[in-house]
């Protein structure tokens, strides 16, 4: 699994940057007034801060712009960071700014003067999520640098204690990333359940229900999907017991289709090789219960996913068969090609048999209208609990991390019928996203509060974003970790 680059928390003394190497990051705000180490590397460099503020180029930078200055006179470091920000910024502003900051650095040595900042930690963890790449299968050039990043803070210990819970978040971001931006081959049914099997040593308990346990339990709906292939269908349980005993556990349910191909209902060759990401939503899950973990959330979550390849051969489901689910259900498969439902309305049912949770949050890249409807923005939000779905868009929101609601009602219901089954798979191409997650209520109970989030369109992109490079995004994993701090964490 990827690292965080190594951070440490130093004490603050401006009259060192005289002596350090590698880039050094002061502050400046818009209007142009310098902190205390700015106005000390403005000395050495014989007043270079002061002329790049009197420039036309500084009149036009906004709040958390970069600009860099190489090779500064009278100093030995190869650039010194002019960081432009205000005195009173949000906590995204600062995320944001450290997310600039860091991409900069490629690898070099960053000291980043924060003094008194009271969003230093803020600026730390935007600095500890953009500093990833997934670069695990690149033949390596010449000696790869190795990148430190140092925090020099008035009172380090306590900015060290208060990133710790931030910096445990980022490295289940990272743990996301990588999941969904490894290749099929390499990271199969297999595969995942053993990284999943290696966060015991951090204090989840894990277990692995393997094919024959699945077809005990009667999960055919899920056993469907992967009977084509020659990977083992899986579910894998993560339960993180930081709560009351007694207290009943959230639950998060993921999707993890490892490769997608269609199935018999193939997918068109142009753009498949991404379907490498449909475990997008097992992702998510592995990483924000390797989150919970590190940060020891006091809180009780378990977090199933469901393992799966779709794959086309002579075993393989055709469109047109019936399969029954763990439910009881049945459902008449009119294309194969919509496989994570089926995947995840097992694991649903048999998490809220299992674990009687007091609320359930499944997530998947579900649905291609999903990105029709919302871009790469935005996840969908389906919900049947204003009150859940409230604090979780409450929580994306804090985060950063796009997210909106969109509509569940019964009338939808009708394009799912079936002539000779309980339901379709599918319901055709009107509203789409919508007849998904309304198959997926339909294995919700009466009493449990649930979100279903379709994150086709923001589980991987294909350009930078604020805080990742162009690929796996590890959205969610923010997100989930703050609405359990927020509404099920034990005070």
Not at 204 to 225: A, F, N, Q, W
Not at 270 to 293: K, N
Request: glycine content about 10%; proline content about 4%; some cysteine.
């Amino acid at each position: 699994m990827s690292s965080l680059t190594p951070i440490r928390f130093v004490d603050y003394d401006p009259k060192a940057i005289a002596e350090m190497t590698g880039r050094v990051a002061v502050m400046v705000t818009p209007d142009g007034s310098m902190d205390q180490a700015a106005r000390s590397a403005n000395r050495m460099s014989k007043g270079a801060i002061a002329r790049l503020i009197d420039s036309e180029g500084f009149k036009k930078a906004k709040a958390g712009d970069v600009i860099s200055l190489g090779w500064p006179a009278g100093m030995q470091v190869e650039a010194l960071d002019v960081l432009v920000l205000p005195r009173k910024l949000s906590p995204v502003e600062a995320r944001q700014a450290g997310a600039k900051l860091v991409k900069g650095a490629a690898g070099k040595r960053l000291t980043v003067m924060a003094g008194s900042m009271n969003k230093a930690a803020d600026l730390t963890l935007g600095m500890a999520l953009r500093d990833y790449a997934f670069d695990n299968h690149k033949s390596p050039k010449g000696n790869k640098p190795e990148g430190e990043v140092v925090v020099a803070s008035k009172s380090p210990a306590e900015l060290e204690a208060a990133c710790a819970p931030l910096l445990a978040v980022a490295e289940g971001v990272h743990m996301t990333r990588d999941l969904v931006n490894e290749p099929a081959n390499v990271l199969t049914t297999t595969e995942f359940a053993r990284r999943i099997e290696e966060m015991k040593g951090i204090g989840l308990e894990v277990e692995i229900l393997e094919e024959t346990d699945l077809e005990k339990l009667g999960m055919r709906t899920l056993l469907s999907v992967g009977q084509g292939s020659e990977s083992p269908s899986k579910v894998a349980v993560m339960q993180w017991k930081g709560g009351a005993k007694d207290a009943a556990p959230l639950a998060l349910v993921g999707k993890g289709v490892v490769f997608d191909t269609g199935g018999i209902s193939l997918k068109p060759a142009a753009g498949m090789e991404e379907m490498t990401m449909d475990m997008g939503g097992a992702g998510v899950v592995a990483g924000a219960m390797r989150a919970l973990a590190l940060r020891k959330a006091k809180a009780n979550v378990v977090g199933l996913v469901g393992l799966v390849e779709n794959m086309p051969s002579g075993n393989a489901t055709r469109p047109g068969d019936v399969v029954k689910s763990m439910k009881g259900d049945t459902v008449e498969i009119i294309n194969t090609d919509a496989e994570g439902r089926l995947v995840l309305c097992d694991v649903l049912w048999y998490a809220q048999e299992r674990f009687k949770p007091a609320g359930v949050i499944d997530l998947a890249t579900l649905t291609g209208a999903i990105i029709i409807g919302l871009g790469h923005e935005n996840a969908g939000v389906f919900s049947n609990d204003d009150d859940l779905c409230n604090a979780f868009l409450k929580a994306a929101k804090s985060e950063d991390e796009g997210a909106w609601r969109m509509p569940l009602g019964k009338a939808y219901d009708e394009q799912l019928k079936s002539r000779i089954a309980d339901m379709k798979n599918v319901g055709g191409r009107p509203a789409g996203s919508i007849t998904a997650a309304q198959f997926l209520q339909r294995f919700i109970k009466d009493d449990v509060p649930w979100i279903h989030l379709d994150i086709a369109g923001v589980a991987s992109v294909s350009k930078d974003t604020d805080y990742a490079p162009k690929g796996a995004t590890g959205w969610g994993v923010m997100a989930l970790n703050r609405l359990v701090a927020d509404k099920f964490e034990a005070e």
